[in-house]
């Protein structure tokens, strides 16, 4: 299973950005997938997942802000972030769960939030 992440880059503090990040491979389903970042100095965390049901999940620091959504046909999650701010700034990472518990990640796409 390989990801393939983009969309990231230089945006001023409340702009928008919409990252991409697309999956393939040989499988048929998939349990979630979802963004993580990690900011310079800081420990990679959760930005926001979703189930291939379309349950969701967010970080109490993007809630109303980012929202995250997927194409299961084309086995892509998309995560549109608004209202960005300096704190947003990061790589930000994709990654799918399988049914059988197996985790990938993709190559990281970074934004930059700043004026």
């Known amino acids: 299973v390989q990801l393939q992440a983009s969309g990231g880059g230089l945006v001023q503090p409340g702009g928008s950005l919409r990252l991409s990040c697309a999956a393939s491979?040989?499988?048929?389903?998939?349990?979630?997938m979802g963004w993580y970042r990690q900011a310079p100095g800081k420990e990679r965390e959760l930005v926001a997942t979703?189930?291939?049901?379309?349950?969701?999940n967010f970080a109490d620091s993007v809630k109303g802000r980012f929202t995250i959504s997927r194409d299961n046909a084309e086995r892509t999650v998309y995560l549109q972030m608004n209202t960005l701010k300096s704190e947003d700034t990061a790589v930000y990472y994709c990654?799918?769960?399988?049914?059988?518990?197996?985790?990938?990640w993709g190559q990281g796409t970074l934004v930059t939030v700043s004026s």
């Open positions: 979703i189930t291939s049901g379309g349950d969701t």
């Open positions: 990654n799918i769960r399988m049914p059988n518990g197996g985790l990938y």
């Open positions: 491979g040989r499988f048929i389903r998939f349990r979630a």
